[in-house]
């Protein structure tokens, strides 16, 4: 499984989207990723609290739910969001990273089903909470 982090990493830094909002995949295993992101003052939303914008939580969300399909043992060659709701539970805590935690947890012939958290320092009171939709492509021939 470590070439396989090291892989995923790698690909992680190599999308833009994700290198310039700082995300690095801490974790992967079979249908779960887990990705952190830095509080950076580039991403706050409301300069007099200094919470970081949702539109960074929720892109951070959709990249940890994105690589929780593609570490599935379905073994998809793609995947891309179908749909994605976010519930905000609290503003995240200014300073603090901000970790999503995406497991697949079913997968149909051409759908896989998300659910991600996204916390800060306090791990016991999420910053939001999600589920989603991703397309799911595998190799010709694969079996479902």
């Known amino acids: 499984m470590t070439e396989i982090l090291t892989i995923a ?3 992680i830094q190599a999308l833009p989207f994700s290198r310039a909002l700082g995300m690095e995949l801490t974790e992967l295993g079979p ?16 300069p007099g609290t200094g919470v970081l914008h949702g539109g960074a939580i929720s892109a951070l969300m959709d990249t940890a ?3 929780s399909v593609m570490s599935h043992p379905a073994a998809p060659t793609s995947t891309a969001t179908l749909d994605l709701r976010i519930d905000y ?9 901000i970790t999503a935690r995406a497991e697949c947890h ?5 759908v896989a089903f998300v659910r ?12 939001a909470m999600g589920t989603g939709a991703f397309t799911l492509e595998r190799a010709k021939g694969a079996t479902p």
């Open 9 to 11: 990493r790698q690909f």
């Open 31 to 46: 249908g779960r990723a887990t990705i952190t992101m830095p509080w950076d003052a580039r991403l706050v939303g409301d």
């Open 65 to 67: 739910s994105g690589a």
């Open 89 to 97: 539970m609290r503003p995240a805590t200014p300073g603090q990273n």
């Open 106 to 110: 079913h997968v149909t012939r051409s």
């Open 116 to 127: 991600v958290t996204a916390c800060d320092e306090d791990t016991a009171r999420p910053v």
